[in-house]
């Protein structure tokens, strides 16, 4: 089956970090751009960051330019989003998103396969 996991979420402090990882199976994740969004109570789901394929660009939502990054390490078959200088508002269920396609797009409905999430949650 084609599929994608995150992991990494947890409890964090206001200006801690974490690194949440989105694990594919059934698929070579390096040809395909890869988004990660989060959901927060009562909000809509908000696009974050994407990777293209290999060799493509990367894109970041203004809430989180300068203090997510993204990368991929193909031989793992995973994408990270590394999140620093976390604040309260940051706190979601993140999801991971595959796009059959090597480039990025902003539309999150033209991601088929998306993973269970994992919960942020930035308080002290």
């Known amino acids: 089956q084609l599929q994608v996991v995150e992991s990494g979420g947890g409890l964090v402090q206001p200006g801690g970090s974490l690194t949440l990882d989105c694990a594919a199976s059934?698929?070579?994740?390096?040809?395909?751009?890869i988004g990660w969004f989060r959901q927060a109570p009562g909000k809509q789901r908000e696009g974050l960051s994407c990777?293209?394929?290999?060799?493509?660009?990367?894109y970041f939502s203004p809430s989180v330019r300068g203090r997510f990054t993204i990368s991929r390490d193909n031989g793992r078959n995973t994408v990270y989003l590394y999140m620093g200088n976390l604040e309260p508002d940051d706190t979601a269920v993140y999801y991971c998103?595959?796009?059959?396609?090597?480039?990025?797009?902003?539309?999150?409905?033209?991601?088929?396969?998306w993973g269970q999430g994992t919960q942020v949650t930035v308080s002290s």
């Open positions: 059934g698929f070579t994740l390096e040809y395909y751009a």
């Open positions: 998103a595959v796009r059959f396609l090597p480039d990025c797009s902003q539309f999150d409905e033209v991601y088929s396969v």
């Open positions: 990777i293209s394929n290999s060799d493509g660009p990367t």
